[in-house]
């Protein structure tokens, strides 16, 4: 799997999934990211939250 930074990704977020767009890398390890809904800052953690590739969307790419 390859992320790079502002690719789009469905991310598993506390037992629900959210579109969000990869801003930065954390100092604390994982990235930052912007939830393409809402346009919260989040955390991914680890790269397994990163569930699949979406576009601007949300919607799946094929």
Excluded: F
């Excluded at 969000?20 to 604390?28: A, E, F, I, N």
């Amino acid at each position: 799997m390859s992320i790079k930074l502002g690719q789009c990704w469905i991310a598993r977020l506390s037992k629900s999934e959210i579109a969000v767009r990869l801003d930065d890398y954390s100092p604390k390890g994982g990235w930052t990211a912007r939830s393409l809904s809402h346009g919260r800052r989040v955390w991914i953690r680890q790269p397994d939250q990163l569930i699949r590739r979406c576009d601007e969307n949300g919607l799946h790419l094929v």
